[in-house]
């Protein structure tokens, strides 16, 4: 991370270049308000949700359902899907999110690795 870089787009005044990695659980705020930061935007998500399935309160729970069964899926789409990058995507976060969308099959890699490959 850069001061001022014209080549690069700006954040709160620091300006990033297109290889910079920002590591998300390291920044000015401490955990519990990481946390907070976390549920509140996973609630406005869940309202727009039960905004689309109807008025009525109970939709509330269909739709923290709905969010907490499609998340991982939802990212996984964005990401290979409409995510378009020159550098491409980090192979932790794909390894991470295929993990995340697919827990059977990861055990399964994991387990060929460690009997043909280490």
């Known amino acids: 991370m850069k001061k001022r870089n014209k080549a690069s787009f700006g954040v709160n005044g620091w300006y990033l270049s297109p290889s910079d990695n920002i590591c998300l659980a390291k920044c000015i705020f401490d955990e519990p308000y990481r946390e907070e930061i976390k549920e509140i935007n996973k609630h406005e998500i869940i309202v727009k949700i039960a905004d689309c399935i109807g ?21 996984n789409f964005v990401i290979h899907h409409e995510y378009n990058c020159t550098r491409g995507v980090n192979a932790d976060l794909l390894l991470w999110l295929d ?20």
Do not use: H, R, T, W
């Not at 995340?100 to 280490?118: E, G, M």
């Open 55 to 75: 008025p009525e309160p109970s939709n509330l729970c269909i739709a923290e359902e709905i969010f907490e069964k499609l998340k991982f899926e939802i990212a």
């Open 99 to 118: 993990g995340k969308v697919n827990p059977a099959k990861l055990k399964k890699l994991n387990s060929f690795i460690d009997k043909y490959l280490k």
